[in-house]
């Protein structure tokens, strides 16, 4: 379950729910983890992360997704459908 935060950050940047999203990126509960998760995948070097908007409410992240993150994913995808 570990990879369940990288795989929401792929998909809501594969499939934003609006233009908002799709252009300034996203918050830390759409991808059901808090900001310090974030930053230890950032720590970890599985995940990139600039800050694409900030007020003094929000914070919206945006990703620089590369291939370790997106083959993260999709092992594990594949190992699920191997159970399944």
């Given at each position: 379950m570990k990879l369940m935060t990288e795989k929401r950050v792929v998909e809501i940047e594969r499939n934003p729910s609006g233009n908002f999203i799709?252009?300034?990126?996203?918050?830390?509960?759409?991808?059901?983890?808090?900001?310090?998760?974030?930053?230890?995948?950032?720590?970890e070097g599985i995940?990139?992360?600039?800050?694409?908007?900030?007020?003094?409410?929000?914070?919206?992240?945006?990703?620089?997704?590369d291939k370790r993150l997106r083959g993260a994913v999709n092992a594990r995808d594949d190992k699920v459908r191997e159970l399944e």
């Open positions: 799709a252009k300034y990126g996203w918050e830390w509960y759409q991808v059901n983890a808090y900001p310090a998760r974030l930053m230890k995948l950032m720590a995940l990139e992360i600039e800050i694409a908007y900030k007020s003094r409410r929000y914070t919206h992240y945006k990703p620089r997704i």
